[in-house]
């Protein structure tokens, strides 16, 4: 499934996650994969912790990092199109 500004995401069951000097880090408990997010990355994983659109977390990111909505909206789909194939994360609605 795409990836839009519409879609819903959430964090996925299959994970588990710590933030260590302000970074996250995550372990896929499928496969033992372990993954290190910066800041900004951080952040988003924070906001999919519950579910939320991809509008939102873009919303939030623009609102605490100085960055276009633009760009923003394309950094997040990209990170969340990666943490989506990794198996971290999860589309779970396409809003209207």
């Known amino acids: 499934m795409e990836i839009t500004h519409r879609s819903v995401v959430r964090a996925a069951r299959s994970q588990v996650s710590t933030v260590l000097d302000g970074e996250a880090v ?26 939320r659109d991809v509008e939102a977390i873009r919303d939030a990111v623009c609102g605490e990092y100085e960055v276009t909505p633009d760009r923003c909206l394309a950094d997040v789909i990209g990170l969340l199109v990666r943490m989506r194939d990794e198996g971290l994360v999860e589309v779970v609605d396409e809003g209207p």
């Open 26 to 51: 995550l372990l896929e408990l499928d496969r033992g994969i372990y993954f290190g997010l910066n800041e900004v990355g951080t952040r988003v994983w924070e906001l999919v912790q519950q579910p």
